[in-house]
């Protein structure tokens, strides 16, 4: 419980972490801020995973820790490393910084975001990425007739991630799969997930190029190269 102006001051208090893009950070108004969720969804081989792992080392040369929670498997430090070392960055420290979960059950992912602040080695992160959000929830209830029961349970998890990302302070980049719609691809989650973050971000492959758009309107175009997506 806190007053409305303490609510103000801590809102107001919430950094920005970089997405590893100068493009991207931009048309996010700053990069991923702290005490929110932002939502990064596209095809497969978008740049989705790639986005996660860079904004997981642009926390840590900040000195920030960050929790990768991996729900498809697509995790690979030596990514991490070829990204630091094509940007000229200091490897040595950055990968400590990441705290790598691999999750194959919903019920092991929320448990990851409720105990996080209780264990010691993830009390500290100031970043979550979780890659891809909704995979579990999809494998474990398929299909229409289970939709109620999964937009359920994903309902419970987003609102537990945002309460988290409010109290502890930490920004959270959730990547998302699509649906291909009869006119455009649509994240997996529908309203459940849109009323939940603070934005999102569709990402179209276009050869070596990505182009972003935010929330169904302003879009920039990023490179894709061994230093990740910029």
């Known amino acids: 419980m806190e007053t409305a102006d303490e609510a103000t001051r801590r809102v107001a208090s919430f950094p920005y972490f970089s997405s590893g893009s100068r493009k991207l950070d931009l048309l996010l108004g700053g990069g991923y801020r702290a005490g929110t969720l932002t939502e990064v969804f596209g095809r497969s081989n978008a740049g989705k995973s790639q986005l996660a792992m860079q904004a997981a080392l642009e926390a840590g040369r900040l000195g ?6 991996d729900t498809e498997g697509a995790f690979r430090p030596e990514r991490l490393e070829q990204i630091a070392f094509a940007r000229g960055w200091e490897v040595k420290g950055l990968l400590e910084r990441v705290v790598y979960v691999r999750s194959d059950s919903a019920g092991e992912q929320m448990e990851a975001i409720r105990r996080m602040q209780e264990r010691p080695a993830t009390a500290q992160c100031r970043m979550v990425a979780i890659d891809t959000l909704t995979r579990n929830f999809s494998v474990e209830l398929p299909g229409t007739s289970n939709m109620a029961s ?5 309902g419970v998890h987003l609102s537990e991630m945002a309460r988290d990302a409010y109290i502890n302070g930490r920004a959270y980049i959730l990547t998302n799969r699509v649906t291909f719609g009869p006119t455009h691809d649509v994240g997996i989650g529908g309203r459940t997930l849109e009323q939940m973050v603070n934005a999102s ?4 492959r276009e050869g070596t190029k990505v182009r972003a758009t935010k929330d169904g309107g302003e879009s920039v175009q990023l490179e894709v190269s061994a230093a990740g997506v910029e």
Do not use: D, G, N
């Open 64 to 69: 920030h820790m960050t929790l990768f929670l």
């Open 150 to 154: 999964r937009q359920e349970a994903l």
């Open 201 to 204: 971000v569709m990402l179209q």
